[in-house]
Nanobody, 119 residues
Framework: QVQLVESGGGLVQPGGSLRLSCAAS????????MGWYRQAPGKQRELVAT???????TYAHSVKGRFTISRDNARNTVYLQMNSLKPEDTAVYFCNCVANSGLGPYNYWGQGTRVTVSS
């Protein structure tokens, strides 16, 4: 089993910045891609950014140029630096990873951390 624990959410004014962190722990034989999703009230969960094991990254069009995803492979930790935040970035942000804990690749989710962008 793999556990994901997010931190770093909170309330920020428009134009501000936040940095989310997500640490994976447990029995991890291999960590594949790690990323972030978000779910705004009344909307479906959507992909924000992904960082693949080789270092390649992908971003949702709505956050490209404002958000940066990075990972520390030694610590099985993924980060999301969010700059120039907008009210429409308000959502619960979920950490996601695909990891092998001995039974093959499996999709894991964190509990979520709330980000509120408001003046």
């Amino acid at each position: 089993q793999v556990q994901l624990v997010e931190s770093g959410g909170g309330l920020v004014q428009p134009g501000g910045s936040l940095r989310l962190s997500c640490a994976a722990s447990g029995s991890i034989f291999s960590m594949y891609h790690m990323g972030w999703y978000r779910q705004a009230p009344g909307k479906q969960r959507e992909l924000v950014a992904t960082c693949f094991s080789g270092g390649n990254t992908t971003y949702a069009h709505s956050v490209k140029g404002r958000f940066t995803i990075s990972r520390d492979n030694a610590r099985n930790t993924v980060y999301l630096q969010m700059n120039s935040l907008k009210p429409e970035d308000t959502a619960v942000y979920f950490c996601n990873c695909v990891a092998n804990s001995g039974l093959g690749p499996y999709n894991y989710w964190g509990q979520g951390t709330r980000v509120t962008v408001s003046s």
